[in-house]
């Protein structure tokens, strides 16, 4: 069946530091591919998608491409900051229709002054 | 506009006892979910309701019955309540028509604690 595996956490940086999350999928076509940020105390928000190979979702700095070559979705940012700190999920969505998003188990990231 | 809104925030329960989580929203949504979120495990659908008028069985629905009340509410009801249904509960919604391959929309989440 489809899944996602995404990197264990946590992961601890300083700031500026360049990140990356990586993110790989099990599925059948052309899944949508999600990632989603949930910072402390609050449900999760969309951060960026990408709905067919090759696309580059982007948001807020953060970048993800959809790479079918390699059934990869991996979140890059350049320059962290304090506030980026959150758990990252990174999630899929069956081409085949049907209402499940499937969810990676989450990555914590830490980011120090 | 609130988004999706859940209460209660936190509850701690006895094992045995009942009870509602509450879900709206004011987006016009036509689909409605619940997950629960235990560390380690991502997020877990327990149910869903595609449109109004119909529910269906997630991946983890055992000791959980929904309620599709209208368009905007969606409860989720612990009938007997167990330790191993501590856990966050989520909330979400989506515009509806292709459900997994939209934007989720989701609430600030129900904390719960079953002693």
């Known amino acids: 069946g489809d899944s996602v595996t995404q990197m264990e956490g946590p992961v601890t940086l300083s700031e500026e530091a360049f990140l990356t999350i990586n993110c790989t999928y099990t599925a059948t076509g052309y899944p949508s591919l999600f990632w989603y940020v949930q910072y402390p105390g609050e449900g999760l928000q969309l951060l960026l998608k990408a709905t067919k190979a090759d696309d580059k979702g982007s948001n807020k700095g953060f970048e993800a491409t959809y790479r079918k070559e390699t059934t990869s979705f991996h979140l890059e940012k350049g320059s962290v900051q304090v506030s980026d700190s959150a758990v990252y999920f990174c999630a899929l969505g069956p081409n085949t229709g049907g209402f499940k998003t499937i969810f990676g188990a989450g990555t914590r990231l830490f980011v120090k002054a | 506009n609130a988004g999706v809104t859940q209460t209660p925030k936190f509850q701690v329960l006895k094992t045995g006892q009942s009870m509602t989580l509450q879900c709206a929203q004011d987006m016009n949504h036509n689909s409605m979910y619940w997950y629960r979120q235990d560390p380690g495990m991502g997020l877990r659908l327990i149910y869903y309701?595609?449109?109004?008028?119909?529910?269906d069985k997630g991946e983890v629905p055992n000791g959980y019955n929904v309620s599709r009340l209208n368009k905007r509410e969606f409860s989720l009801r612990l009938e007997s309540a167990a330790p191993s249904q501590t856990s966050v509960y989520f909330c979400?919604?989506?515009?509806?028509?292709?459900?997994?391959?939209?934007?989720?929309?989701f609430g600030p989440g129900t904390r719960l604690l079953v002693l």
């Open positions: 979400a919604s989506t515009y509806g028509g292709t459900g997994g391959r939209e934007t989720q929309y």
């Open positions: 309701s595609a449109s109004e008028g119909t529910t």
